[in-house]
């Protein structure tokens, strides 16, 4: 969810950019954008990474569950 959120302010501030034009764009506007994509890219990685985990936690216990039968 906050890898979306940070998704939407990033697209804005690339729009904010691409508004400005070229010549009133400002390393503020770049900084901004990137820090943004950082932490899209970061909320995105941690939960992908969760995903990974609680799957193979998943399949961990159901393995264990089925060799017990």
């Not at 990033?10 to 950019?17: I, K, L």
């Not at 770049?30 to 990474?49: H, I, L, P, Q």
């Amino acid at each position: 969810m906050a890898g979306m959120v940070f998704d939407y302010l990033e697209n804005a501030a690339v729009r904010a950019m691409l508004v400005a034009g070229p010549s009133a764009l400002q390393s503020e506007h770049v900084e901004t954008a990137s820090r943004m994509t950082t932490a899209k890219s970061v909320f995105d990685g941690a939960a992908y990474g969760l995903l990974l985990l609680f799957l193979i936690l998943w399949a961990v216990r159901r393995r264990r569950g089925a060799s017990r039968d």
